[in-house]
């Protein structure tokens, strides 16, 4: 099982012709991915080989899945177009779109977010690395060859953070990792992410990935003190930040108290959430768990 992506889904990619849409596609269809096609109108018609399998080229979302009934796009349009490109994607009905261009501005964010989510489209994004659910399918930059097929679910705002966890946790595995990106507006929570790890059979622990910035994690523990019942590892990036500075991502603004690591961590641990004070300790922390779980 899995959360989101699996081997069946069925991917679109708008960009794909672009530099970074080529290189992405490449190792997403190395690492198993089911890419059925590209999306870019002025190339509609054509084919892109990516070694050996030829990738066809549609001039609009709706018609790569009318032909390949895809389920899924990765979007890797710069940001003037990802509006565009997302609005599109939503009155097509595609189920998901994983929206890794960076940069866009906060308003066009807060447009497709709230246009998908009202056409039923889930957004993974944006400025994220996307998800991957190992051995099945990888929609999005996540290296695919740092893990394995597990037991661990994992949410996080940060992309490399994503990546270091995974690797420090290599020997147990990933049911699903899912980067929802770290901007003000993201289309996926971290507690949509829980819901989902918390009905998936095949998910005995997650962990969750935040930083410094707004109060998604105190929303988060709130919900996991009334929802979750499996157990749950937090790892807080921006404790060593200085106070009224913005520090990395966009949605990373501390404002006094509020949006601290520190009071992330204490909301987290109110709601029984063991809280790592580095990657490296949060990657123990899990296998104290596990191992105390059996």
Not at 24 to 43: C, E, F, I, Q, S
Not at 49 to 57: C, G, I, S, T
Not at 212 to 222: F, K, L, S, T, V
């Amino acid at each position: 099982m899995a959360i989101y992506l699996t081997k069946e889904s069925k991917v679109l990619v708008q960009g794909m012709t672009g530099g970074e849409g080529m290189k992405h596609t490449r190792r997403m269809l190395a690492a198993g991915t089911d890419v059925v096609g590209g999306v870019n109108p002025r190339k509609a018609g054509q084919s892109v080989d990516f070694d050996d399998r030829a990738v066809a080229v549609f001039g609009t979302v709706a018609e790569g899945m009318a032909a390949t009934g895809a389920d899924v796009t990765v979007v890797f349009v710069p940001p003037a177009f990802a509006k565009a490109a997302v609005l599109e994607a939503a009155d097509a009905g595609i189920g998901l779109a994983v929206v890794i261009t960076e940069g866009i501005p906060v308003h066009d964010s807060v447009a497709f977010t709230s246009y998908a989510r009202a056409k039923g489209t889930r957004i993974i994004g944006p400025n994220c690395p996307g998800l991957i659910t190992p051995g099945q399918s990888n929609a999005g930059i996540v290296p695919a060859d740092i893990t394995k097929p597990g037991r661990i679910g994992l949410v996080s705002k940060s992309g490399t953070l994503t990546y270091q966890l995974m690797y420090e946790l290599r020997d147990v595995g990933f049911s699903t990792c899912v980067g929802i990106g770290g901007d003000p507006v993201v289309g996926t929570s971290h507690i949509d992410c829980l819901a989902a790890f918390q009905e998936d059979p095949d998910t005995e622990l997650v962990v969750l990935i935040g930083e410094i910035g707004g109060d998604a994690e105190e929303r988060a523990a709130a919900y996991i003190r009334e929802h979750v019942t499996k157990p749950v590892v937090g790892y807080i990036a921006g404790f060593t930040a200085p106070e009224g500075r913005t520090m990395g991502h966009a949605g990373a603004i501390v404002s006094g108290s509020a949006g601290t690591a520190r009071a992330k961590q204490a909301a987290l641990e109110a709601a029984g959430v063991r809280v790592g004070s580095t990657p490296t300790g949060t990657a123990r922390l899990v296998l104290e768990l596990l191992k105390a779980g059996g």
